[in-house]
């Protein structure tokens, strides 16, 4: 299980948490199934723990066990999917948003640029919309747009041209076909940054990232009871600010209201007044977690 992914801050996950043996709960990142187990074993024979995730390879590490349901399905449908099994309402909800090792080195699905692969990027392999579909069907305007808002790439307009001058004489099939067609605008000092900022920006738009994380938060709202726990792990400042604002406002647009007293009014309280980073000894063993960053609420 370790190698499909490497959980991180698993030892604070758990402790933000704060399992009630009994309890129900939701990891709504299943993956390689680190935190899941770790759940399991906090449980007691009433605890029950549901895992989701779309993607068909998380089902190779489907754990045996009773208290255990796996729900293939992206977490943005939280909600319905618990009320299926007849569930209304959870003890506490895990997200670990980061791309799993797994699908980094996975060379056929074509998350890393450091291989050759057709462009796909796909979380769900069933979905439609591929990373080459993007590449090759997109205007220059809607490039320019998610390189900016997801990427956050400086001069956005720049790479746009450069593929849409490349496409025009080839389709952009493969990554380093892509690598090749914003050649001229990648700056040869922060070359890996750059192309990790446009590879983030193109899988955030193929799989909607953005959008399900929102629904997923809204969500949460309702399905968690009274002092109920919200753990999030993010990996990129779009994510952490969306859930940042959230845990403090209890609304998707981050907008605090206030009381006449001129108190915060939110559904939660936090639980982690900063966000949490791996200490010094997780990031020796796994450099992967050096951008996570953890954040707690709980439901009032």
């Known amino acids: 299980m370790t190698d499909y992914h490497i959980p991180v801050m698993l030892d604070k996950c758990m402790e933000l948490m704060d399992i009630d043996p009994n309890g129900v709960y939701v990891d709504l990142t299943f993956g390689g ?44 449908f939280l909600r319905g999917a618990l009320r299926l099994r007849g569930i209304t309402q959870v003890d506490g909800i895990l997200a670990d948003l980061g791309v799993s090792s797994h699908h980094f080195d996975t060379e056929e699905r074509g998350f890393s640029f450091r291989f050759d692969a057709p462009l796909d990027m796909r979380m769900n392999q069933r979905g439609g919309l591929t990373a080459a579909k993007l590449i090759n069907t997109y205007s220059n305007e809607q490039l320019t ?37 914003v050649k001229p605008c990648t700056p040869k000092k922060d070359e890996n940054k750059f192309l990790s900022k446009l590879f983030q920006a193109i899988r955030i738009e193929v799989n909607r990232e953005m959008e399900a994380l929102k629904m997923a938060l809204d969500q949460s709202t309702k399905v968690l009871k009274t002092d109920g726990r919200l753990v999030v792990m993010s990996y990129h400042s779009l994510e952490d600010r969306l859930v940042k604002n959230f845990m403090r406002s209890g609304n998707i ?36 977690s050096r951008s996570a960053k953890l954040r707690a609420s709980k439901k009032v």
């Open 33 to 76: 199934g680190g935190h899941s187990k770790k759940i399991l074993s906090l449980l007691g024979d009433k605890g029950r723990l549901f895992s989701f995730d779309q993607d068909k390879d998380a089902k190779n590490n489907i754990i045996d066990d009773p208290r255990f349901t796996f729900v293939e399905s992206n977490f943005r």
């Open 145 to 181: 747009q998610i390189f900016r808002d997801w990427g956050e790439i400086s001069t956005p307009y720049k790479v746009a041209n450069c593929i849409e001058r490349f496409r025009s004489n080839e389709p952009i099939e493969t990554i380093f076909q892509l690598v090749e067609a």
């Open 253 to 288: 647009e981050g907008k605090i209201e206030k009381d006449f007293f001129g108190k915060v009014i939110s559904p939660y309280e936090l639980v982690t007044r900063k966000a949490l980073v791996a200490d010094e000894q997780e990031l020796i063993l796994n450099s992967r």
